[in-house]
């Protein structure tokens, strides 16, 4: 299988080399700087036009930064053979989902995994071992172009978890963009109120909450404008929770400030307890109608009830009009996955 | 000098173990388990009764939970004879300040230490090794009291830093409160946004931010409770600056969120780099008019140049109409205090 990577920085020269060594792909770097990863061995042939480098490819993967990445997946699209999946890395989804506009041939990817340090000098195969990636295929999205970029995932050592674009965008604003910003407000607040003060020497939490205050500011200011509708809401529903805080404070309501606090340790309790097992998993196999949209149809139902598909395969029967999807899920999982897929109307559409 | 402490548990046990190796203290403590603690060793006589444990003190201090410590303040005081000062040890200050009424043998305090584990058995004399303790004298407070609290806060090894209780209880609201209610919001909107999933296995910074989500709800709700006023205003700036934010996101104004980023950068890099030195020391001594409140006048100077006063002395003139007041600060901070003294007109009011 042809792979070509599109922009060969830390994420795309890992991806390369981790494609290279699975046996796999036979991997094409594009970039100014590609003729570097091809001596350092990240890829196996290095080009600087993106058409050639798009040429009977099966896969294709952009991982340029931010900024430039819906613009290069509307540029890869138009360029890549009708068969080629197409996907990209951005930590915010809606732009790149948006600028493919509905082309079968794309599914959104975000592998959580490599900011500190950029630079394909720094690639290295085991970057994405064990990293959650998320995949964020449409109702438009082929189910041949999702398996392809499933596989991808996994065979880099991922855990791809399927999602709706607007969902993961949100998630990421609450889980990761948020923190930034109270982060940012701690330190402001805190600098307001210290005046010339120093830090009090005792104050953990202090420290532990601002860790990643004025972080990387061209990086950022540039994270949060790709998510700012969903940041935008995280924000709005932050200011009506202090709202609520305030006007307990104001009432001297203290049933009120221990509930709301037993709340967030019961959040708290349930966020860090849970995790991704890495147990033994079951297939399951469903026929399927050959139609656009079925197996990401699949696949989100699943992601809804945060069942994880360790790998996913696809058997087109040979009149192309139906074929055989097979899922392997968490074998703890495997009822609610039977049960889940059984309440999805697939003849529907 | 004698010693009361009202309360022992880690605090009053901790400190009078303390107190008592220095051979400088008769320590009594007072408290319906006084007798456990003197068996322990924390304290050379135990007592139930209040008023017999004040007869003849020279110094007491209220060691008690927070919710009980002002109603305690002030029946110390009614006990408590002429030349005995008092102080706390509570988080927050502006209750027990406003419970003291403006008597100049009080003195508000706060140890930043030990809150992890409770009860005097667990109290051990390096408790304080090193902490910051913040002491609260007001423009009534006598240069006599504030010298004695000052000399037991030193002698417990810990770091005295002199501010108003307004500020103090401000800067506990930015630098300790808010953190916790930042935590709590971040878990109830990740709790919502994640639904039934689990949170993304990567994503330290929520991680940290959140440790302290939901932390003992009964000790929390008291101490938001106990810091209402300051805390509220904290949350009203912080929903003054999510609105700033939230505006820059609406207008896409990548140049604001950027600078907004670099400013929090630099708020963070000063609070942090900064400390309190261990270095050398030298002593600045100044005459002084005896009236109430002149030495709470320059500690509070100093304070507000963020000049720590590692030691402290008063030398009554005979007269009683004036006196010498010795203070030692850091070598590199002595000539920005002789300026700050300077400036005091110590004869005022």
Chains 1, 2 share one sequence.
């Not at 290279?20 to 036979?26: A, C, H, N, Q």
């Not at 600028?99 to 995994?113: I, K, M, Q, S, W």
């Not at 074998?331 to 889940?340: L, N």
């Amino acid at each position: 299988m042809i792979l070509t990577v599109v922009g060969v920085g830390l994420i795309g020269g890992s991806l390369g080399l981790a494609a290279r060594r699975s046996g796999e792909f036979t991997v094409r770097g594009v970039s100014p700087r590609a003729a570097l990863a091809l001596e350092a061995g990240l890829i196996d042939e290095a080009f600087e036009d993106l058409g050639e480098a798009l040429a009977g490819a099966d896969l294709a993967v952009v991982a340029v930064p931010a900024g430039i990445a819906a613009q290069k997946v509307r540029e890869v699209l138009a360029a890549a053979p009708e068969g080629c999946a197409v996907t990209d890395v951005c930590s915010t989804k809606a732009a790149v989902v948006e600028a493919a506009a509905g082309d079968e041939r794309f599914v959104g990817g975000h592998p959580l995994a490599g900011a500190e340090v950029a630079g394909f000098e720094n690639a290295r195969e085991g970057l994405f071992e064990d990293a959650t990636w998320y995949l964020t295929p449409t109702s438009t999205t082929s189910g041949v172009a999702l398996e392809k970029v499933h596989r991808l995932v996994t065979t880099a050592g991922a855990r791809p978890t399927i999602l709706e674009a607007a969902e993961h965008d949100r998630m990421m604003a609450a889980v990761s963009h948020l923190p930034h910003v109270f982060a940012n407000l701690l330190v402001g607040q805190a600098a307001a109120a210290l005046g010339d003060r120093s830090i009090p020497v005792a104050g953990p939490s202090f420290r532990d909450a601002t860790r990643v205050a004025g972080a990387s500011p061209e990086l950022w200011a540039s994270i949060y404008e790709s998510n700012a509708d969903a940041l935008a809401e995280e924000i709005d529903a932050a200011i009506a929770r202090l709202e609520a805080v305030r006007g307990a404070l104001g009432s001297g309501d203290v049933d009120w400030l221990r509930g709301w606090q037993e709340q967030a340790a019961g959040d708290r309790r349930r966020l860090t307890d849970e995790g991704l097992g890495g147990g033994p998993v079951r297939e399951i196999s469903i026929a399927v109608p050959n139609r656009p949209g079925v197996v990401a149809e699949i696949a989100l139902a699943l992601g809804r009830e945060d069942i994880s598909i360790a790998d996913l395969a696809l058997s087109p029967a040979p009149d192309r009009r139906s074929g055989t999807i097979s899922l392997w899920v968490a074998e703890d999982r495997a009822g609610d996955a039977e049960r889940c897929l059984a309440g999805i109307d697939l003849a529907a559409q």
